[in-house]
Every structure is written in structure tokens, then in C-alpha cells.
């Protein structure tokens, strides 16, 4: 059982009220999970944090949150993240900001990073907030996917272990 931390006050809510709020975010994410591509899962965090928000609280949040996606995800075919950041903006009364970070690994030499450029591999771990936080602290793409490149090369120059207490004997 979790303890509540000395000075924090555990806030669980009415059965109504959490089934309700459950009921919304439900159907929040059913309308954003028609419009695939790259961005949904981002818009749709957003969008329940919204309706969860105190309606005082709303134009706050959006001035504060912003949704960071990678070029692959933003430039994804199928994809229309403007119009689900309009779809938003429409219902809350405010457009929420949105970043897609300039990472490219074209130039890469390891063919694991290429295969983003091919669309051959989808990234969902937080890449596109990591890559814009590099880029906001003046440092360059280029330099973050030479980063990335000679990572790879390290990571293929060691022998994988299955099972890591094995390196110690």
C-alpha cells in the first residue's frame, strides 16, 4: 500500500465523478484515435488533460503544454496533426503549441538510423520532446544524430548479454 508523502493530500474523488471523467476521456480518445498518424497520442494526452482541468485552469494549460513530435512522426502519410490541434483549439478556445524536431539520421552511417528516413521504424518514446529540448539548448541536430550514430557503433561493437550478472564472473 502507498503512503501519502507528509504535506500531500490523496484526492480520490467520487465514484460518479471518476466514472464520468473515465466516460470523457474515453470518448476524447476514441474521436482522436479516428485521425491516425503522426501527433495523436501527444493531442490526445492534451486533449484529456483539458477535460479533466478545472475550466479555470484551461487556458493555463495551454499556454504552458506544447506537443513535441520528430519530422518521421509529423511528416508521417495519413497524418494531419494540424487538423487535430485545430479540432482542439475549436473546443477549448485555444491552440495549443506543437513542435516537430529537425533530427534527421539520413547522413548516418549506422543502417539502424537510416531505417527511420525508409519509415521503417516508428518511434513513440519520447524522441521528438528529447530532440527539441537539444535543439532549444543551442545545440545542433546534426550533432545530436552524430551522437545517435556513433552510439549505434558502440552498441554494435559489444557483444549483447542475455544475462547481465554473466559479465561479473
Known amino acids: 500500500r502507498a503512503e ?3 504535506g500531500c493530500k490523496r484526492e480520490r474523488g467520487s465514484a460518479p ?9 474515453q470518448q476524447i480518445t476514441a474521436a482522436l484515435a479516428s485521425d491516425p498518424g503522426g501527433g495523436s497520442q ?6 484529456l488533460a483539458l477535460e479533466l482541468s478545472a475550466p479555470s485552469l484551461r487556458s493555463q494549460l495551454l499556454a504552458q503544454a506544447a506537443i513535441a513530435t ?9 497524418s494531419d496533426l494540424v487538423a487535430l490541434l485545430a479540432r482542439l ?23 539502424e538510423l537510416r531505417d527511420y528516413e525508409r519509415g521503417y521504424v516508428k518511434e ?20 545530436l ?3 545517435c550514430d556513433q552510439a549505434c557503433a558502440l552498441l554494435r561493437a559489444q557483444p549483447l548479454l ?8
Not at 501527444?42 to 486533449?47: E, F, K, P, Q, T
Not at 513513440?124 to 550533432?143: K, Q
Not at 542475455?162 to 564472473?169: F, I, K, N, S
Open 4 to 6: 501519502a508523502q507528509p
Open 17 to 25: 465523478a471518476r466514472r464520468k471523467a473515465s466516460q470523457q476521456g
Open 42 to 47: 501527444m493531442a490526445a494526452v492534451l486533449a
Open 70 to 78: 520528430t519530422a518521421w512522426v509529423a511528416g508521417e502519410s495519413g
Open 89 to 111: 483549439a475549436a473546443r477549448w478556445g485555444g491552440a495549443p503549441l506543437a513542435f516537430a524536431a529537425g533530427l534527421r539520421f539520413s547522413a548516418c552511417l549506422s543502417p
Open 124 to 143: 513513440g518514446v519520447g524522441a521528438g520532446g528529447l530532440a527539441l529540448l537539444w535543439e532549444l539548448s543551442g545545440r545542433s541536430p546534426i550533432a
Open 145 to 147: 544524430a552524430a551522437a
Open 162 to 169: 542475455l544475462d547481465p550478472g554473466a559479465a561479473a564472473d
